[in-house]
T-cell receptor, first 118, second 114 residues
Framework: DAGVTQSPTHLIKTRGQQVTLRCSPI?????VSWYQQVLGQGPQFIFQ???????GRGNFPDRFSARQFPNYSSELNVNALLLGDSALYLC?????????????????FGEGSRLTVL | AQSVTQLDSHVSVSEGTPVLLRCNYSSSYSPSLFWYVQHPNKGLQLLLKYTSAATLVKGINGFEAEFKKSETSFHLTKPSAHMSDAAEYFC????????????FGTGTQLKVEL
């Protein structure tokens, strides 16, 4: 079975440019979450989408946006790139939109898209 | 707000010796806690999860963790380290506000020496 797939795996941009990162969840999973992992730190939550609706947003500026498509794949867009946006962007999928006593809503992570901003 | 604190940024052990990675949590409710591992240039892999069932949780690759409410701890252990265990380990708590938001600790880099 295919896991979570992300593209591109690596990319280099310059300050002020825009970037789009893509994520395909595990087949049957309806929730996609995005995380930013800066070098040497733990991942930080950016967005969660479930059934094509935004279900959560982390403490990131409006330059960050995302959407989920009818096939449950997702895109993360970052506008007006800054040097500090250089990071590994991780996508995670889960079967459901939230955890419960009977379903932990386990997240499965992709290998990430490594963005370098020069 | 919920949070986790990983008490060691780096841990070094010899192959075949026990591993202990420490994590304390802060939560107003019964938390959902996880340990994830990240090998170099790889994504995150779930090692184990605690969701208010058994307090001793067994995971993959011989790892286990014990939830201790009195100590607000969720330490990760393994009886005998293997070279392939060298990686970054993250203690994680799920937000109780609904959804799948996870809050990660700062990570512990595990080094395994011959």
């Amino acid at each position: 079975d295919a896991g979570v797939t992300q593209s591109p795996t690596h990319l280099i941009k310059t300050r002020g440019q825009q970037v789009t990162l893509r994520c395909s969840p595990i087949s049957g999973h309806k929730s996609v979450s995005w995380y930013q992992q800066v070098l040497g730190q733990g991942p930080q939550f950016i967005f969660q989408y479930y059934e094509k609706e935004e279900r959560g947003r982390g403490n990131f500026p409006d330059r960050f946006s995302a959407r989920q498509f009818p096939n449950y794949s997702s895109e993360l867009n970052v506008n007006a790139l800054l040097l500090g946006d250089s990071a590994l962007y991780l996508c995670a999928s889960s079967l459901v939109g939230s955890g419960s006593a009977t379903n932990t809503g386990e997240l499965f992570f992709g290998e990430g898209s490594r963005l370098t901003v020069l | 707000a919920q949070s986790v604190t990983q008490l060691d940024s780096h841990v070094s052990v010899s192959e075949g010796t026990p591993v202990l990675l420490r994590c304390n949590y802060s939560s107003s409710y019964s938390p959902s806690l996880f340990w994830y591992v990240q090998h170099p240039n790889k994504g995150l892999q779930l090692l184990l999860k605690y969701t208010s069932a058994a307090t001793l949780v067994k995971g993959i690759n011989g790892f286990e963790a014990e939830f201790k409410k009195s100590e607000t701890s969720f330490h990760l252990t393994k009886p005998s380290a293997h070279m392939s265990d060298a990686a970054e380990y993250f203690c994680v708590v799920r937000d109780t506000g609904g959804g799948n938001k996870l809050t990660f600790g700062t990570g512990t880099q595990l080094k395994v020496e011959l």
